[in-house]
Nanobody, 118 residues
Framework: QVQLVESGGGLVYTGGSLRLSCAAS????????MGWFRQAPGKEREFVAA????????QYADSVKGRFTISRDNAKNTVYLQMNSLKPDDTAVYYC???????????WGQGTQVTVSS
């Protein structure tokens, strides 16, 4: 059974940092792009960042460029999202997802809550 399990969320104050992790299991994710999305209360889920299998290409939403960094460790089947200079607008449930081929995202985690307080 394929599982994506996020962790690392929590409460942080404006300007703080968090590192999210997403551990994948149940199958090989060789060749898959991995991504992070978020959904704030009352809003639609939005794209945050993505990274290709080799890590050679990354993509970020404009709202997080320069503050967030996505990375992956394929040996551990884990993808990370380092979030710095957090703002209250970053408050959301963060989800990781896998993509066998753009623009399809086939598996999703259950999400981890990130709350940024001012």
């Amino acid at each position: 059974q394929v599982q994506l399990v996020e962790s690392g969320g929590g409460l942080v104050y404006t300007g703080g940092s968090l590192r999210l992790s997403c551990a994948a299991s149940g199958r090989s994710f060789s060749g898959y792009t991995m991504g992070w999305f978020r959904q704030a209360p009352g809003k639609e889920r939005e794209f945050v960042a993505a990274i290709t299998w080799t890590g050679g290409r990354t993509q970020y939403a404009d709202s997080v460029k320069g503050r967030f960094t996505i990375s992956r460790d394929n040996a551990k089947n884990t993808v990370y999202l380092q979030m710095n200079s957090l703002k209250p607008d970053d408050t959301a449930v963060y989800y990781c997802a896998s993509s066998p081929l753009s623009p399809t995202w086939d598996y999703w985690g259950q999400g981890t809550q990130v709350t940024v307080s001012s």
